[in-house]
């Protein structure tokens, strides 16, 4: 069965520093594979997604993340994180057979103004 | 104009009590979702539907009971609520079966006591 791992499940950083949120996925086949973020009394909405192609996907609000095939890895990255980042960001995948999506956990991002 | 609405945005109600949600959206999809957000905010699947036909139901007890009346409407029905159906409840859409993206609603905050 498919299964989405996020490592970090509470990171706090200062404004400007560099984001790195990790995400593991379990699953040999093809994957379509999201980030979605969850702003403070919001709802969730999708940040990027990599379904085929360049595994350097870039999303919106300058977030970028990276298909690591051999590494079952799709980690979220961004170089200056801002206060407004804050948020829950989710890690989901959907194997290319499947009908549902499986989300990660979350990581809850705090970054210090 | 709001995508996906959901009524009520919080709900407080008693065990044993019947309640239902409901869900609208307005982008023309035809799949809809229903999702279980734990305390701990890990997001799981309950159902789906395209074109008003159920697709997932993904090992819920049959107290939940999910309804359909048009592509454009899916209401969630719980019979004798329990303390554990404490959560909130998302309701989602997309164009079509996954992995299109899709578009979630404000959540509904069930709280029973």
């Known amino acids: 069965a498919q299964s989405v791992s996020q490592h970090n499940h509470h990171v706090i950083l200062s404004e400007a520093a560099s984001l790195e949120l990790g995400c593991n996925y379990s699953y040999g086949g093809t994957v379509n594979l999201f980030w979605y973020v969850q702003y403070p009394g919001q709802h969730l909405q999708l940040l990027l997604k990599?379904?085929?192609?360049?595994?350097l996907v870039k999303g919106i609000k300058g977030f970028e993340a990276e298909f690591i095939k051999s590494k079952f890895s799709f980690n979220l990255r961004k170089p200056s994180v801002q206060w407004s980042d804050t948020a829950e960001y989710f890690c989901a995948v959907n194997a290319g057979s499947n009908d549902k999506i499986i989300f990660g956990k979350g990581t809850r991002l705090h970054i210090l103004p | 104009d709001t995508a996906v609405s959901q009524t009520p945005k919080y709900l407080v109600t008693q065990m044993g009590n019947d309640k239902s949600i409901k869900c609208e959206q307005n982008l023309g999809h035809d799949t809809m979702y229903w999702y279980k957000q734990d305390s701990k905010k890990f997001l799981k699947i309950m159902f789906s539907?395209?074109?008003?036909?159920?697709?997932i139901n993904e090992t819920v007890p049959n107290r939940f009971s999910p309804k359909s009346p048009d592509k454009a409407h899916l209401n969630l029905h719980i019979n004798s609520l329990e303390l554990g159906d404490s959560a909130v409840y998302f309701c989602?859409?997309?164009?079509?079966?996954?992995?299109?993206?899709?578009?979630f609603g404000p959540g509904t905050r069930l709280l029973v006591l």
């Open positions: 539907y395209n074109n008003k036909e159920l697709i």
């Open positions: 989602a859409s997309s164009h079509q079966l996954p992995p299109e993206t899709q578009y």
């Open positions: 990599y379904f085929s192609g360049d595994p």
